[in-house]
C-alpha cells in the first residue's frame, strides 16, 4: 500500500471518532468546546406563613428615609423585644408610632450586619404570628409565644403548694390575738375607770347643782295637803333629768328598767345607778296607785333621792358650769340636806 492509499483512510477513521461522539452526547457539534461550569444555585423556600398572621403596617420611615430588610429574631417570649434591621436609616424616631396597642416600640440601635444598618426595637405583647411591613418592604414572620416552648403543648401540671399551716402556727396566733385583747381590756379598764362612775367618771358635768335648785323650787312653800300625788309627778320628772344629766343617758323617756340597761350598755357599774332606778320604781308604782299619798311618803322619797346623789355627787370643774348656777347650788344643796337627813355631813 503507498502513502496515497494510507492518508484517506486515516481521515475516514477520525471522521468516523467525531460521529460517534457526537450521537454518544446527544448534542449537535457545533466544533466549540463549552467549558465545565458548576449546576445553578436553586433558591431558598421560604417557610409557609400560617393564615391568622397579623400584618403591621409601619408608616415609618417616609420614602428614601430607609428600606427594612430584616425582621429578628425568628421567636420570642410574650413581652419581649425583637428589632427591626434598616439599612440608610436617616430618619429620627417620632415621638409616637402608628402601632397597634400590643407593640411597644423602644429605641433604635446599631447592628453589626449588614454594615451601616440600624435596628428600631419593639417590644411585643400578643401570642402568635405577626409580620412588620414598611416602605414597601415586609418582614419575615416571627412568632411570640408564652412560657411554654411550644404553643400546642400542654403545660405540666404542678402539685398545689402546701399553706404551711401547722398546730404550732395556729397555737401561736391565737396566743398572740389573747394577748392583745387582754392589753386592749387593762387599757379601756384604765381609760374609763372601774369604779362606781363608770367610764364618765372624768368627762361627765356636775348635774347636782342644777338639780339641787330645780328641788328646792318644787319644794318652795312646802308639800299642799291633797296635792301629793301632783309632787310625785314633778319629783319623778326632775329624778329622770338628773339620771340623763349625770349619767348621759336618755332618762326623761325611759322606765325604771330602760335605765338600768342604758346604764349598763354605758359601764356603769350596778352600784352608780340601782338607787336612782329603785327609787323611780317605787315612786311610779305609787304614783298610780289608787290609794292616797301621804306627806310622810313624799318627804322619804325626797330623802331617798338626796343619798343617791349624794353617792355619785361630783366637784364641778372649773370653767363647766356658771359660778352663780354653782353658787345656788351648793346653798340649795345644804339647806335640802340639813332638812330631809338626821345627818347633813357638812353639806356632803
Known amino acids: 500500500m503507498n502513502g496515497r492509499t494510507r492518508h484517506p483512510l486515516a481521515a475516514c477513521l477520525a471522521l468516523a471518532c467525531l460521529l460517534n461522539a457526537a450521537a454518544a452526547t446527544g448534542q449537535p457539534d457545533t466544533g466549540v468546546i463549552a467549558p465545565s461550569s458548576a449546576p445553578p444555585v ?19 420611615p417616609p420614602a428614601g428615609g430607609g428600606v427594612l430588610v430584616d425582621m429578628e429574631p425568628e421567636s420570642l417570649l410574650f413581652g419581649g423585644t425583637c428589632r427591626l434591621v434598616f439599612t440608610g436609616l436617616t430618619e ?11 407593640i411597644v416600640p423602644g429605641a433604635i440601635v446599631p447592628v453589626a450586619d449588614p ?48 399553706p404551711g399551716w401547722n398546730l404550732r402556727f395556729i397555737l401561736a396566733v391565737v396566743a398572740m390575738a389573747g394577748v392583745l385583747a387582754v392589753v386592749a381590756w387593762w387599757l379601756a379598764r384604765r381609760r ?43 319629783f319623778t320628772a326632775l329624778v329622770r333629768a338628773h339620771v340623763a344629766r349625770r349619767f348621759l343617758v336618755h332618762g326623761r323617756e325611759m322606765t325604771a328598767d330602760e335605765i338600768a340597761a342604758a346604764c349598763a350598755d354605758l ?53 363647766s358650769l356658771p359660778h352663780r348656777e354653782i353658787q345656788r347650788g351648793e346653798t340649795a344643796w345644804r339647806r335640802l340636806r340639813s332638812e330631809f337627813t338626821a345627818n347633813d355631813g357638812g353639806g356632803e
Do not use: H, M
Request: a neutral charge.
Open 42 to 60: 436553586q433558591p431558598a423556600k421560604l417557610l409557609p406563613v400560617p393564615p391568622d398572621t397579623v400584618l403591621v403596617d409601619l408608616d415609618w
Open 92 to 102: 429620627a424616631l417620632p415621638d409616637s408610632l402608628p402601632v397597634p396597642s400590643w
Open 115 to 162: 454594615a451601616g444598618a440600624q435596628a428600631l426595637e419593639l417590644r411585643v405583647y400578643r401570642l402568635g404570628w405577626f409580620r412588620v411591613r414598611s416602605g414597601g418592604e415586609t418582614s419575615p414572620a416571627v412568632l411570640v409565644g408564652g412560657r411554654l416552648t411550644d404553643i400546642n403543648a400542654a403545660a405540666p401540671v404542678r402539685a398545689p403548694r402546701s
Open 192 to 234: 374609763w375607770g372601774s369604779g362606781p362612775l363608770g367610764r364618765d367618771r372624768k368627762t361627765v358635768p356636775a348635774a347636782w347643782p342644777r338639780t339641787a335648785a330645780e328641788l328646792e323650787d318644787l319644794l318652795a312653800g312646802g308639800l299642799p295637803a291633797g296635792g301629793e300625788r301632783d309632787f310625785l309627778d314633778g
Open 267 to 319: 359601764g356603769y357599774e350596778q352600784p352608780a345607778a340601782r338607787p336612782f332606778v329603785r327609787l323611780l320604781a317605787d315612786v311610779d308604782r305609787r304614783r298610780y296607785d289608787p290609794e292616797p299619798v301621804s306627806e310622810a311618803f313624799c318627804r322619804e322619797q325626797v330623802a331617798r333621792f338626796l343619798e343617791a346623789v349624794a353617792a355619785v355627787r361630783i366637784a364641778p370643774a372649773a370653767g
